[in-house]
């Protein structure tokens, strides 16, 4: 049988992986600055997480949502007080974009109202609704296509007042730091008053952290930078540091009733000790501290080598927008110098590493950069 080719892919096999590295079937060992699109968060294969699904499988691996599950409960403890939101309430699910469904879906219920808006450069994933909200038509089905979903322009708070003013928007959705967008971190002052403006209109304010989340930003969540406090928080790709986890965050208020939500396989005892593991790591290597660490230094070093290109970002969540394409660069990168990266568009290099990423090691990538930046733009001058 045949692979349903939809992915473009390096000629690249990995057979091994450990902390930032990763080594391919020749054995070449490669520096990891994407983490496998920002799914790899305490480092690959980390002990402690190793051994906890280890130790989980040969327990329990599964069971349904129709029993008690205390790793669930476990989970919500920790989670609530690592990221400072103790007083939500925890729904588990499988991945980013089922995490935005329910999210979307809690707030159509919770308000009665079919219409959503989100904005320019947007992704918040490839299931129906997910989708209609994002800014890219390639990837939206006619059977998607909605006229409840209402893009507007990234930044434009009176376009979404008029909007909101209509009553009949059930909630505004925005990426705590656009990701696949380019790097493009919403202002300060515009969270703060969608928050203001969708209480006012009666809409409720989801913030997408399903990238930028988990500590990536150098806070726990990246709206944790401005004093909003949302609706319903979305999270997945670095909760479950590979094991496919996803999950939302409600605010006290908002009632569930049984069969509201719900999955088969969300919340099961592999993906909470998956997901209890990260946490449990998390917090002992300090990684949100490291991920600012780091990434401010990381920032800095890039951004006092040229001002031709724009450096963009927060913690270990970084754009690089040049003025050419990047295609090129990344492949020298990776195939000369050994370093995973990652791209948004054609001029944007992304950076997505663990969060255990070290100087040392953001050094050695700021190096290689450095050296193949100048030899294109030597080759383009
Ligand atoms: C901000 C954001 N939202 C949603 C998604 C969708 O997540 P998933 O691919 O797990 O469905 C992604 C994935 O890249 C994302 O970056």
Sequence with gaps: MKLFDVYPLFDITPVKAKGCYV??????KYLDLYGGHAVISIGHSHPHYVEKIKNQLSDIGFYSNSIQNPLQHELAEKLGRLSGCHDYQLFLCN???EANENAIKLASFVTGRKKFISFTKGFHGRTSAAVALT??????APVNQTENAVILPFGDLGAVENVLKNGDVAAVIIEGIQGIGGIN?????????LAELTKKHGSLLILDEIQSGYGRSGKFFAFQYTHVEPDVITMAKGMGNGFPVGGILIRPGIEPWHGMLGTTFGGNHLACAASIAVLDVIEKEKLVENAFQVGKYMSEKLAEFSSDYEV?????????ELKFPVKELRHKLLFEHLIFTGFSGQNIVRLLPPLTLNFEQADAFIAAFKQVFSELSAGKS
């Design 135 to 140: 800014d890219n038509p390639k990837i939206v």
């Design 185 to 193: 971190i919403p202002e300060k002052a515009f969270l703060e008053s």
């Design 23 to 28: 080594w391919d079937a020749e054995g070449k």
């Design 312 to 320: 963009r970002g927060l913690g270990l969540m970084i754009g690089i």
């Design 95 to 97: 991945s980013g974009a």
